[in-house]
């Protein structure tokens, strides 16, 4: 059974430039929610996507965004890129929009900002 | 924000001892989950116990939640080097509201051989 893929695992970007960054969860899971981990801020939620509908949003500047395709693959984008949105960027599928059964974590997006 | 604070931030053990984490967080909760990340690549799912259990068991990890003291710890006993990793704990405080962990800060674990 495949896990959850990210896609890319690396990124470098400019300032100013935009980033779009892929999820594809495990088959069968629709709920797919986005983790954004610093040094500095640690894990922070980013937000959860269910059924394509954005059910979470973490308190994050309106230059992050995100969305849910109708196979529950998700994409996150990033516009007007900051240095400080250098990351590791995760992705984590659950089966159902209920946290007691769990999460399947991707192996991140590391992204990086110049 | 940071829901939980995790204690000790680092720890360093020999093969074979048990090491202990502990957390707290802030608010009431649905449940309370465990991680394990290895050099800041993915997290790994370790245990979840929900608010109205006490102790969860799984292989060589215990678990324990007081909900009263709004505390929690992860016990790993007979440590491997393989255990070496970051461990964060991560509370959720919305019921049937989807998704959303809030982490602590870790604890970075080293186990030597």
């Known amino acids: 059974k495949a896990g959850v893929t990210q896609t890319p695992r690396y990124l470098i970007k400019t300032r100013g430039q935009q980033v779009t960054l892929s999820c594809s969860p495990i088959?069968?899971?629709?709920?797919v929610s986005w983790y954004q981990q610093t040094p500095g801020q640690g894990l922070q939620f980013l937000f959860e996507y269910f059924s394509e509908t954005q059910r979470n949003k973490g308190n994050f500047p309106g230059r992050f965004s995100g969305r849910q395709f109708s196979n529950s693959r998700s994409e996150m984008n990033v516009s007007t890129l900051e240095l400080g949105d250098s990351a590791l960027y995760l992705c984590?599928?659950?089966?159902?929009?209920?946290?007691?059964?769990?999460?399947?974590f991707g192996s991140g997006t590391r992204l990086t900002v110049v | 924000s940071q829901q939980g604070e995790e204690d000790p931030q680092a720890l360093s053990i020999q093969e074979g001892e048990n090491a202990t984490m502990n957390c707290s967080y802030k608010t009431s909760i649905n449940n309370l989950q465990w991680y394990r990340q290895n050099s800041g690549r993915g997290l790994v799912h370790l245990i979840l116990?929900?608010?109205?259990?006490r102790e969860k068991h799984s292989g060589r990890l215990r678990v324990t939640l007081d909900t009263s003291k709004k505390s929690s710890s992860l016990l790993i006993t007979a440590s491997r080097a393989a255990d070496t990793a970051s461990y964060f704990c991560?509370?959720?405080?919305?019921?049937?509201?989807?998704?959303?962990?809030?982490f602590g800060g870790g604890t970075r674990l080293m186990v030597k051989p």
């Open positions: 991560a509370t959720d405080a919305r019921y049937n509201a989807g998704n959303m962990l809030t």
């Open positions: 088959s069968g899971h629709r709920s």
């Open positions: 984590a599928s659950s089966l159902v929009a209920d946290s007691n059964y769990g999460y399947t």
């Open positions: 116990i929900r608010s109205n259990e």
